[in-house]
């Protein structure tokens, strides 16, 4: 496994590496050099991010979601982390705001809701717009894809409680059960999204944990990533287990945390181990899905490579 790895942050060349914001702790280094590979142009490439559209003070054109949806090819398949508009992801939001900017990227996004897309309980401005299919009556939105012969993609709710939360593990629980009895139709490398992270370094830390059996479930089922957004950054952390462990063999989900899509940044708190690269940039997460592989690259709305790797799926790992 190739890594590249730092944290950066937004500064300039006079300010101290670390700086000490409203509690927050930000540590700068410089970008990764320009020697960082090429993706490779093989695999299936596809842009995850979340906490997109705020135009609560710039117009559309002018605000950071309207840059990072620049970084996108068009035609390239989008993962929506949640938090798709602010404040609130509804109807008038997502036509003001997201459509402006990162609408001319809906016809190839999957999205996963957040807690901005919840209207008062309601998720159905965000079912409209983004077509997600809704599961239970209502109660969540998730779903799975084929992504290519090698990679599916399943995605969660991490902002439904109680009932609906347990009706959506017993669907997982289910999706699972019909993948092993199908073993030779099912793709072997696993990417699952949902919006809350279960690890961060953010003032948000612990608003995750409800979907700490969810990742026990697709651990046990071979997950090879987990994205999440909601904390306003971008962070990876090594392959960790539930409990946050890293597993003795290295066979585990790697986490990505991908709230940079345009959405006010904020400092990251105390970092807990095994949080591998920590940036404070807009930017978006392009990942290369290849056969029994993966490789990573953030890039900052400046065209920056600021993370950088690659890593072969579990299926593959002897």
Request: glycine share 10%; aromatic share 10%; net charge negative.
């Amino acid at each position: 496994m190739m890594v590249r790895a730092f944290v950066s942050g937004r500064t300039s060349a006079a300010l101290v590496a670390v700086l000490v914001l409203a509690g927050c702790i930000a540590t700068t280094r410089p970008p990764v050099s320009s020697t960082v590979p090429a993706m490779p142009s093989a695999g299936l490439q596809v842009y995850a991010v979340g906490d997109i559209a705020d135009c609560n003070h710039r117009a559309p054109a002018d605000s950071m979601a309207e840059r990072t949806s620049r970084l996108v090819p068009e035609g390239a398949l989008v993962l929506g982390l949640g938090d798709m508009a602010y404040p609130l992801g509804d109807a008038q939001a997502l036509a003001s705001c997201y459509e402006p900017t990162w609408g001319r990227h809906r016809a190839m996004t999957l999205a996963t809701p957040g807690n901005h897309d919840y209207v008062r309980g309601n998720v159905g401005d965000f079912s409209e717009y983004f077509g997600a299919d809704v599961l239970r009556d209502g109660s969540f939105i998730a779903y799975s894809r084929a992504l290519t012969e090698d990679w599916r993609l399943i995605a969660l709710d991490s902002s439904v409680d109680g009932s609906a939360l347990r009706a959506q593990y017993e669907w997982l629980e289910r999706l699972f059960a019909e993948a092993v009895k199908a073993p030779a139709r099912t793709p072997g490398c696993l990417l699952v999204m949902w919006h809350a992270p279960l690890y961060s370094s953010g003032m948000h830390r612990g608003s995750g944990d409800k979907m700490r059996p969810f990742w026990k479930l697709i651990d046990r089922h071979g997950a090879d990533l987990v994205l999440s957004g909601h904390e306003h950054f971008y962070e990876r952390f090594d392959p960790l287990d539930a409990e946050g462990q890293p597993p003795g063999d290295g066979q585990a989900p790697r986490q990505f945390v991908v709230g940079t899509g345009g959405a006010r940044l904020y400092g990251f708190w105390k970092p807990p181990y095994r949080s591998q690269a920590r940036v404070l940039e807009h930017g978006v997460l392009q990942l290369s899905l290849e056969g029994g592989s993966y490789s990573w690259r953030f890039i900052d709305v400046e065209g920056r490579v600021q993370d950088a790797g690659e890593a072969r799926c579990r299926t593959t790992v002897n």
